[in-house]
């Protein structure tokens, strides 16, 4: 009975034990499983870290992109602006060579060559720097164009100055010309002048019917039958000789001249104007004195008043006088 008794109470105890064992082994079994889930799920939630990682810094990049595509946008139109600009200034380089008389040939087929060469460009990803390479061709252009102006400049200045000392030099002598041309001129008009012959000690005689001279200026009309004008055309060495014609002109109070065709009266032009004279005479110079004489016979009544005596010859009045009619 005893012995039964503690087999029973033996068997209850290894009961106990492999219960405990099994129990264990749950629970060995059920922990195990529990950390794979954990670590699953740990493993997920890493991936995930890792996509949204990759995703955000993907986005940051493209971020980044989009705005260095804006920049290099922007940095392209300012180099572009900056190109045209220089282009336009070596343009007008090219104009102010042209005027000087310079070849602008080469430098014109460099700037169409760089038009067509920006016309064409396609891609974009070489835009800047094509540009950038094209505004130092041009600035290096226009740096040799300036070297090729400033030649042109310091030439044009210096024949500017040659030029102004030239019209200067030539100022002068025209000056000079002018003075001698006006010097000659005046001296030949000097000499035309001391050329002109002079009627020297004008005198007027009347003679009545009765052939009585008189003489003194003042005379009575009915006293006068015949009207002698005399006077010395004196000596000039200067005057040319030979044949010379003196014309005589008798101006009576009211300013007309005593003119008859039957008394050898005419017409002459004298200063562009016609005018009448009384009477001519033909003679011979010699560049000595020679006394001359007109008589004229008027056959009507001289008028009341003061008549004027006028002499002429080779286009000037060499002489004059009046006389008084009572």
């Given amino acids: 009975m005893e012995t039964r008794t503690r087999e029973r109470i033996r068997e209850r105890e290894r009961q106990r034990e492999r219960d405990t064992m099994n ?54 139109e300012t180099k572009n602006t900056e190109l045209k600009a220089a282009i336009a200034e070596l343009e007008a380089k090219k104009l102010e060579l042209a005027k000087y008389g310079a070849d602008t040939t080469r430098l014109h087929d460099e700037l169409e060559s760089v038009k067509e060469r920006l016309r064409t460009q396609q891609n974009y990803q070489g835009a800047y720097f094509k540009i950038k390479k094209e505004l130092e061709n041009i600035k290096f252009l226009a740096s040799q164009t300036e070297i090729e102006l400033n030649k042109y400049k310091a030439q044009v200045d210096t024949l500017m100055v040659y030029n102004t000392k030239l019209k200067d030099e ?21 000499v035309q002048l001391a050329a002109v012959l002079k009627a020297e000690n004008v005198q007027t005689f009347t003679l009545s019917a009765k052939g009585k ?11 006068i039958d015949l009207l002698r004008v005399s006077f010395l ?94």
Wanted: charged content about 30%; glycine content about 12%.
């Fill in 213 to 223: 001279e008189k003489e003194g200026g003042e005379y009575k009309a009915k006293d």
């Fill in 23 to 76: 129990d264990n082994e749950k629970s060995a079994k059920g922990g195990s499983k529990k950390g794979l889930i954990i670590a699953f799920i740990i493993f997920m939630l890493a991936v995930n870290g890792g996509l949204i990682y990759l995703n955000f810094n993907k986005s940051t990049q493209l971020e980044e992109k989009d705005l260095t595509i804006v920049d290099q946008k922007k940095e392209i």
């Fill in 233 to 326: 055309v004196g000596e000039n060495r200067v005057a040319k000789t030979g044949g010379k014609e003196i014309i005589l002109r008798v101006i009576e109070p009211d300013g007309g001249a005593l003119f008859d065709l039957g008394t050898g009266g005419g017409s002459f032009m004298f200063e562009g104007k016609e005018m009448f004279y009384t009477q001519k005479q033909d003679i011979i110079y010699d560049t000595k004195s020679q006394q001359i004489t007109f008589d004229y016979k008027k056959g009507t009544p001289y008028k009341i008043g003061e008549h004027r005596i006028e002499i002429y010859s080779d286009g000037y009045k060499i002489g004059e006088s009046t006389f008084n009619v009572k």
């Fill in 170 to 190: 030539i100022s002068k002598k025209d000056e000079t010309v002018n003075s001698l041309k006006t010097s000659t001129n005046e001296l030949a008009q000097k």
